[in-house]
């Protein structure tokens, strides 16, 4: 940093100053907004029976509500079985889906063409109940009945959340249990066209949100109340709920991962939020940005922060072909000043979909920990992350973008535009 207090980057990293990506892979309008939702449903439970396919596996029982929706669109009471797994979908191979559902919400879903049949659970309330032990067997009959009907004499069987009586009760029915959770996050990584536009949908109801968050900012205002600001917009929009409450400022942006709180916003000081949205159809948005609070400038030391994240987006945008190795996004990724390291964000980059999801692509120090290796696909969406801030700092930076993988680089499905005067781009 210069004596203006502005940061003086180290020589071999000037060149990357201000890359931004650019060409029809990034610039193009070719992300579609509308879709048939018979074609997107048929096109994610074709991608899951080509997975069961090549798995091997006879049919699977879908207890985790991500999961349960991108199978067949069906959704009813998400949060109460985010927590409380007892509704739950079988899927074979060949033959009828059939929902066992929490009982008299039936109707929810049965008007779905991916949905051919609906019963009633045999482990509702079996939990609170202390009943798991009683309701293993009932459960385990069942589903063994439907693959010996459905499976042609397969008896592998792949559960999401993969509970030790369900299995149990499984395998005393003479099934081989396997939790297939990772095979489905895998193969939901590769995004429909369908998808895509899902996601594009999401993210615009999103921004939206954030606009709104963004008029709201004033010396006097909360967190919280801005965080009711983004939470309202985001049900207006079409969305459905925020998983995190990730929005902090001034001391409280540094470190990272500071809750929304009571406290009031001063002048001069930075307002750090992520959207972590669970968004319109389902899909996640998950796009970061940091803002000044008025009245005045921001400071040297709040610009040069916000131009080094706002760099690190971009660069590690920039990289990104299909065909790369994780591994190899991990090694070439912007390369973090160390008094800025101990604070990285976890991931270089990570998926999305129906939330943050396949692959998670931790920086090159942590990957043999974090990460596994693989090959980045066009139709992956992925988020670019960024926090700045060192120990014990007065503030910190957070900017996070994005993007699908097309054939040739990634195109951006986050528009929101960044701060002129903390880019240094104002006078």
Not at 87 to 111: C, D, K, M, N, W
Not at 192 to 202: F, G, H, I, N, R
Not at 204 to 228: H, K, M, N, W
Not at 316 to 339: D, H, T, V, Y
Request: with cysteine; net charge negative.
């Amino acid at each position: 940093m210069n004596d203006s207090g502005n940061w003086t980057e180290p020589k071999e990293m000037r060149a990357h100053l201000d890359v931004v990506p650019s060409g029809p892979t990034m610039t193009s309008d070719s992300i579609p907004m509308h879709f048939d939702p018979k074609t997107l449903r048929a096109g994610r439970l074709e991608r899951l029976r080509a997975m069961m396919r090549e798995a091997d596996l006879a049919a699977v029982v879908l207890l985790d509500p991500y999961n349960q929706r991108y199978a067949t669109g069906s959704r009813n009471m998400f949060g109460y079985f985010l927590r409380n797994s007892t509704r739950y979908i079988y899927v074979p191979q060949e033959g009828p889906v059939i929902l066992f559902e929490y009982p008299g919400s039936a109707h929810v879903s049965t008007h779905l063409e991916t949905i051919d049949e609906a019963r009633t659970s045999k482990v509702v309330w079996s939990s609170v109940n202390a009943r798991d032990t009683d309701a293993a067997a009932p459960f385990a009959e069942e589903i063994a009945d439907l693959v010996r009907q459905h499976g042609g004499g397969a008896t592998k069987i792949g559960l999401d959340r993969c509970f030790h009586l369900l299995a149990v009760g499984l395998e005393n029915q003479g099934l081989t249990v396997e939790d297939c959770n990772a095979r489905i996050l895998w193969t939901r990584a590769v995004k429909t066209p369908e998808e895509v536009a899902c996601l594009a949908q999401s993210m615009a109801a999103s921004e939206a949100a954030v606009a709104a968050v963004e008029r709201q900012i004033r010396p006097g205002v909360t967190e919280q109340d801005l965080f009711a600001t983004m939470y309202e917009n985001v049900i207006r929009g079409g969305g459905e709920f925020i998983e995190t409450r990730l929005l902090n400022s001034g001391p409280r942006t540094n470190p990272w991962f500071n809750e929304a709180s009571s406290r009031p916003i001063r002048p001069g000081e930075m307002v750090d939020l992520d959207t972590d949205t669970i968004g319109c159809n389902g899909y996640y948005c998950d796009m970061s940005r940091s803002f000044h609070c008025g009245p005045g400038r921001p400071t040297g030391y709040q610009k040069m922060l916000y131009q080094m994240a706002y760099e690190q987006v971009q660069y590690n945008m920039s990289i990104l072909k299909p065909g790369m190795s994780f591994r190899e996004i991990a090694q070439k990724a912007w390369p973090i000043p160390e008094r800025f390291y101990d604070l990285r964000y976890p991931s270089v980059i990570h998926g999305v979909g129906m939330h943050g999801e396949t692959p998670m692509i931790a920086h090159y120090g942590d990957f043999d920990r974090f990460s596994n290796d693989g090959i980045l696909q066009p139709g992956m969406v992925v988020s670019v992350e960024s926090y700045i801030g060192e120990p014990n700092g007065p503030e910190g930076i957070k900017l996070e973008d994005e993007v699908v993988v097309t054939g040739d680089g990634v195109e951006l499905l986050s528009k929101y535009p960044y701060d002129d005067a903390l880019l240094g781009r104002q006078v």
